[in-house]
């Protein structure tokens, strides 16, 4: 598929649950829909600028009827996606600019913000359902983990936290240790068993919930700068329980494996723009994986053309399918490149300063 114009910088992006759209949010305050086809061909289906200032993050309910906005203005926008026209605005709903959001149920969604401030939400009601103030630096990722009603965050102050949704305490289930490293991204693996979190100077910190939340359990050297950005792979690709791909801000996009660890190849690439989005469609078994940098293009990527080794293997029984078990800490990290494995450390400009660039009012 070819590179998606916008016209301004892409801040976040997020793919429709069901049906083939991606929103993305951007740095002139816009949100713009777009429709694409298995033959890659995309129209815009709607455009509107509910503020001035940039939309940093999005989030769509369940069954995509409502899409979630919020950036700069520090304000919720929730936009009905069949007609493109705002739905509902909570102004004010943080004292600071809000850098992400993830829905969780489908009368629950989350915030948090460059305090570190994190929020719950049912969209019924119009005050917060609960406050979280654990952190003391802005939330750069969610990761929602259903099955045990447990919501992950990672902050710039170096740690990682775990908030029991169903509790009525404003405190978290658990929090890590200082990590002595932002962490600016999230995903998991092994259905779940694991956690992997990328960091400000370029290593993957593996955290297992069997062995509590404190500290990792290892650290995976070899992307030379920041990683911005994770993203696993739907269950229909046999490697899903432990290959990963990595958004970094040397504008890269990687597949990595991790039992064992290998670097298996580049999937896009952003030339000079770091990129700090990736997100894969919900529709047709996770074909397409869109990425965002600095530039005002959306990049759709066929997955299906990267893993088309694995077509003739994604049909067969689980106990035939390759594996490749095995725990990270006596993996064999041979096939990262030495020249990887220095972790350079990024600009705080480039990866996450991006106040500079914002538009005032």
């Known amino acids: 598929m070819p590179d998606i114009p916008v016209g301004s910088q892409i801040f976040d992006l997020a793919f429709h649950p069901t049906n083939t759209t991606v929103y993305t ?7 713009k829909a777009f429709r694409y086809d298995e033959q890659g061909q995309y129209q815009q289906t709607f455009a509107l600028r509910p503020s001035k200032r940039s939309c940093r993050c999005l989030a769509a309910n369940e069954d995509g009827s409502r899409l979630h906005g919020a950036g700069k203005a520090k304000s919720i926008f929730t936009i009905d996606t069949a007609t493109g026209d705002i739905f509902d605005t909570r102004k004010d709903a943080h004292d600071s600019p809000i850098n992400r959001t993830k829905q969780l149920f489908p009368n629950m969604f989350c915030t948090g913000d460059d305090d570190g401030v994190i929020k719950l939400w049912d969209p019924r009601q119009l005050q917060e359902i ?11 990722d969610f990761l929602w983990l259903g099955n045990k009603r447990q919501l992950i965050s990672t902050s710039g102050d170096g740690t990682l936290s775990v908030i029991d949704v169903r509790g009525k305490k404003p405190e978290p289930l658990a929090q890590s240790e200082d990590q002595e490293d932002e962490l600016l991204s999230v995903v998991t693996i092994k259905n779940g068993s694991k956690v992997v979190v990328g960091t400000q100077l370029g290593i993957l910190s593996i955290f297992n919930a069997t062995h509590g939340w404190g500290d990792c359990v290892d650290r995976v050297p070899g992307h030379p700068q920041s990683i911005d950005a994770l993203c696993g792979l739907p269950s229909s690709y046999p490697s899903s329980h432990s290959t990963i791909l990595t958004g970094s801000s040397d504008g890269l ?9 290998k670097l298996l190849g580049i999937v896009a690439d952003h030339g000079s723009f770091p990129i700090e989005r990736i997100a894969i469609d919900q529709s047709g078994e996770g074909r ?6 600095h530039e005002d293009v959306l990049k759709m990527t066929d997955l299906r053309e990267v893993f088309e080794d694995e077509d ?4 067969a029984p689980p106990d035939e399918r390759e594996s490749d078990e095995g725990e990270c800490g ?4 041979s096939n990262v490149p030495a020249d990887a494995t220095e972790g350079e450390v990024a600009s705080d ?3 996450r300063g991006k106040e500079s660039s914002e538009p005032e009012e």
């Open 25 to 31: 949010g951007l740095l002139d305050g816009q949100i």
């Open 349 to 351: 400009a480039e990866g």
């Open 312 to 315: 003739s293997n994604r049909d």
């Open 253 to 261: 996009m990687r597949v990595v494996q991790l039992f064992p660890t």
């Open 130 to 140: 609960r406050r979280y103030v654990h952190h003391f630096d802005f939330i750069s």
């Open 330 to 333: 006596s993996t064999d990290r």
């Open 288 to 293: 397409w994986i869109g990425s965002a940098g």
